[in-house]
């Protein structure tokens, strides 16, 4: 994974409390932001300018570091049994992917994560789901249906939280490393970087709308748009 990164100018700019104490992915839509819950798996659609909410809903997710929509569905990241809080009814043994109806919170469909990785990112494509393989170091594309492995690229560090798509690259957050990074989603060479300074936020979910990326830090509960120049 070479390459001659861009060093972007960057401003970090507070918009809104989430509506839980600790929001763990995001998904822009044409609707507002969706925001995943970490400890209860609910899901929370908001809205861009001041984070009201427009609704929200159990999804059966449990321990969620991700979110996402696409094909007509909600679909979230629950990892397995929590080792920081007490256990809730939806948590379970093993990571899954759950499907969701966007309107309710329905269960569509329940997948197993390949290989039972830690999953802390997802993303909807054209091509398929991406995911961050926590326990592999690793971006990974699945079949939407069967959630076979498509292709896999190779990450420069570890702790990948929250991912977005932008253009013909891939936005990843290293949230150990404070890092934000786009890579080639085929063979994962480094395009930019951004650093997020500690003074600023912990970087855990990301999304991208209308050019601008927006993350969300689990620890204090703020949703942050990062403006580049």
């Known amino acids: 994974m070479t390459g001659v990164l861009r ?4 401003r970090f700019e507070p918009a809104f409390d989430a509506p839980i104490p600790h929001p763990n992915g995001l998904q822009a839509s044409g609707e507002g932001l969706w925001i995943a ?34 094909g007509g569905a909600l679909w979230m990241c629950s990892n397995g ?13 093993h990571v899954r992917i759950v499907k969701s109806d966007p309107n309710n919170g329905h269960s569509l469909a329940e997948v197993l994560m390949p290989d039972d990785d ?29 959630f076979t492995v498509i292709r896999e690229v190779p990450l420069p560090s570890n702790r990948a939280h929250g991912i977005a798509t932008e253009g013909l690259g891939i936005w990843c957050v290293h949230t150990n490393d404070r890092m934000v990074i786009k890579l080639d989603p085929y063979e994962g060479t ?17 999304t991208c709308w209308e050019g601008i990326l927006w993350s969300c830090d689990a620890v204090t509960g703020t949703v942050y748009r990062i403006v580049r120049g």
């Open 118 to 146: 830690d999953c802390h990112g997802i993303e909807w494509t054209a091509e398929g789901l991406w995911l961050t393989s926590v326990d592999r170091q690793k971006l990974v594309l699945v079949d939407r249906n069967d």
């Open 37 to 70: 819950d970490e400890r209860q798996g609910w899901a929370y659609l908001v809205n861009f300018h001041d984070g009201q909410v427009i609704r929200s809903f159990a999804t059966g997710a449990g321990l969620s570091s991700g979110i996402t929509y696409g």
């Open 7 to 10: 060093q972007r100018d960057v």
């Open 81 to 93: 049994l929590p080792i920081e809080r007490d256990a809730c009814p939806s948590d379970t043994k």
């Open 190 to 206: 480094l395009y930019e970087r951004i650093d997020v300074p500690a003074k600023e936020f912990e970087p855990h979910g990301l």
